[in-house]
């Protein structure tokens, strides 16, 4: 696989710096689908997210949450390289591939509604990056640090372009108090191109918890001013979708409720993976699939 030009060079500098975003945000602006209006494609477009109130009803949530706590129970007896656990415990953190593993989640990955919106953003046919089923129980659930997805599937994955998006499907209610993810609008328009170069096999410490790949203190203090912080919360059965490059994480859930997700990656299939642009070696099919 040959490799490109690398727009968004990362991880090989010894100061952080902005690099202007060169790619489009929305690929599709004529409507094609019925799910999201003109309104919410340029909210889209202008910060870098799009939540949706209870995007699937509340029988379609039970049916998911039944099929989450049973995955749950499986994978406590199972070591597995897609078992992530928390770090510093033995509490299951995420679940990755769940889209190839479970029929359930395979199908939820492919529903015909979601698909819809997702191509509109896009504007082309898309498969899944990666996905995974997100653990952050009440008291213990710990903190995912910001960061920009991008920057790490550039970098490690060797994905070339801003055409990607994830989707987060609430299966509890995400509240003020329950860790729910922050994001920094605007911010998907700037990459921030980060410091410290990859370690080989990154990726067994940075699904734990993440140290190179991350933004500087200045970088994000300058992204926050510019965008502010705000955290789009709502009922079980909402979706947060959101660009591949927009500044984003979450805290520690100290409250007694649970908030757990199902967490999709799409990208085009016209942006497709090369070498790594900053890494040795390519992380593996479960965490970024090649397909």
Same mark, same amino acid.
């Given at each position: 696989m040959s490799q490109i030009i690398d727009k968004y060079p990362t991880r090989k500098q010894d100061q952080p710096s902005f690099l202007e975003r060169q790619d489009p &945000?929305?690929?599709?602006?004529?409507?094609?689908?019925?799910? %999201? #209006?003109?309104?919410?494609?340029?909210?889209?477009?202008?910060?870098?997210?799009?939540? /949706?109130?209870?995007?699937?009803?509340?029988?379609?949530?039970?049916?998911?949450?039944?099929?989450l706590n049973q995955l749950l129970l499986s994978s406590k007896s199972v070591e597995a390289p897609e078992v992530i656990l928390e770090p510093g415990g033995d509490q299951v953190r995420s679940i990755f591939a769940v889209h190839e593993s479970n029929k359930v989640f395979s199908d939820l990955s492919a529903h015909p509604r979601l698909t819809a919106v997702i191509k509109q /953003? %896009?504007?082309?046919?898309?498969? %899944?990056? $990666?996905?995974?089923?997100?653990?952050?129980?009440?008291?213990?659930?710990?903190?995912?640090?910001?960061? @920009?997805?991008?920057?790490?599937?550039?970098?490690?994955?060797?994905?070339?372009?801003?055409?990607?998006?994830s989707c987060s499907i609430a299966l509890e209610d995400n509240t003020l108090f329950n860790g729910a993810l922050m994001v920094v609008p605007g911010s998907h328009r700037t990459f921030v191109?980060?410091?410290?170069?990859?370690?080989?096999?990154?990726?067994?410490? @940075?699904?734990?918890?993440?140290?190179?790949?991350?933004?500087? $203190?200045?970088?994000?203090?300058?992204?926050?001013?510019?965008?502010? /912080?705000?955290?789009?919360?709502?009922?079980?059965?909402? %979706?947060?979708?959101? #660009?591949?490059?927009?500044?984003?994480?979450? @805290?520690?859930? /100290?409250?007694?409720?649970?908030?757990?997700? &199902?967490?999709?990656?799409?990208?085009?299939?016209?942006?497709?993976?090369q070498q790594p642009f900053s890494a040795t070696t390519s992380r593996p099919h479960y965490i970024a699939s090649r397909k």
């Amino acid at each position: 696989m040959s490799q490109i030009i690398d727009k968004y060079p990362t991880r090989k500098q010894d100061q952080p710096s902005f690099l202007e975003r060169q790619d489009p &945000v929305v690929y599709n602006y004529e409507l094609n689908q019925a799910e %999201i #209006d003109q309104s919410q494609l340029a909210f889209y477009e202008e910060n870098g997210y799009l939540f /949706i109130e209870q995007f699937f009803n509340p029988d379609e949530v039970e049916n998911l949450k039944s099929e989450l706590n049973q995955l749950l129970l499986s994978s406590k007896s199972v070591e597995a390289p897609e078992v992530i656990l928390e770090p510093g415990g033995d509490q299951v953190r995420s679940i990755f591939a769940v889209h190839e593993s479970n029929k359930v989640f395979s199908d939820l990955s492919a529903h015909p509604r979601l698909t819809a919106v997702i191509k509109q /953003i %896009i504007g082309s046919e898309v498969y %899944i990056h $990666q996905s995974r089923v997100n653990f952050k129980p009440g008291f213990n659930g710990k903190e995912f640090y910001w960061h @920009s997805d991008f920057e790490t599937w550039h970098a490690e994955d060797g994905m070339p372009n801003m055409r990607a998006l994830s989707c987060s499907i609430a299966l509890e209610d995400n509240t003020l108090f329950n860790g729910a993810l922050m994001v920094v609008p605007g911010s998907h328009r700037t990459f921030v191109s980060c410091v410290g170069q990859t370690p080989d096999d990154h990726y067994k410490e @940075s699904l734990r918890k993440q140290e190179y790949g991350v933004p500087d $203190q200045a970088s994000l203090t300058k992204l926050v001013q510019q965008g502010g /912080i705000e955290m789009p919360v709502g009922k079980a059965g909402s %979706i947060l979708l959101f #660009d591949c490059n927009l500044m984003h994480g979450s @805290s520690s859930n /100290i409250s007694p409720y649970p908030r757990s997700n &199902v967490f999709y990656v799409y990208n085009s299939v016209e942006n497709k993976l090369q070498q790594p642009f900053s890494a040795t070696t390519s992380r593996p099919h479960y965490i970024a699939s090649r397909k």
